[in-house]
Nanobody, 124 residues
Framework: QVQLVESGGGLVQAGGSLRVSCAASGRTFSRYVMGWFRQAPGKAREFVAGINRSGLGTYYADSVKGRFTISRDNAKYTMDLQMNSLKPEDTAVYYC?????????????????WGQGTQVTVSS
């Protein structure tokens, strides 16, 4: 199995930037496709971005396309989400997740392991 720990959340003004990171430990990181999800109060957990094993294939929710960038470093067992042009509606707890599937799915059920989450708050 793999253990995931997020970091880097915080408070930022609308239009600002923030980078959240996910550190993995356990089994070989490059075996997993990875994803970022978020959950706002009272809402379902939603897919934000996904990345394949090599890092060459990335996928984004329409709501963040062009503003967020997902990346991974298999040597360091880390994955990042660079968030630019943040909006108040981006406020949520952000989770990283790993999957043994072939491609990063957009459903939470596609993922096997989850981190504890990191809070991102965007003020207007």
């Amino acid at each position: 199995q793999v253990q995931l720990v997020e970091s880097g959340g915080g408070l930022v003004q609308a239009g600002g930037s923030l980078r959240v990171s996910c550190a993995a430990s356990g089994r070989t990181f490059s075996r997993y496709v990875m994803g970022w999800f978020r959950q706002a109060p009272g809402k379902a957990r939603e897919f934000v971005a996904g990345i394949n094993r090599s890092g060459l294939g990335t996928y984004y929710a329409d709501s963040v396309k062009g503003r967020f960038t997902i990346s991974r470093d298999n040597a360091k067992y880390t994955m990042d989400l660079q968030m630019n042009s943040l909006k108040p509606e981006d406020t949520a707890v952000y989770y990283c997740a790993s999957s043994s599937g072939a491609v990063p799915g957009a459903g939470a059920n596609d993922y096997d392991y989850w981190g504890q989450g990191t809070q991102v708050t965007v003020s207007s």
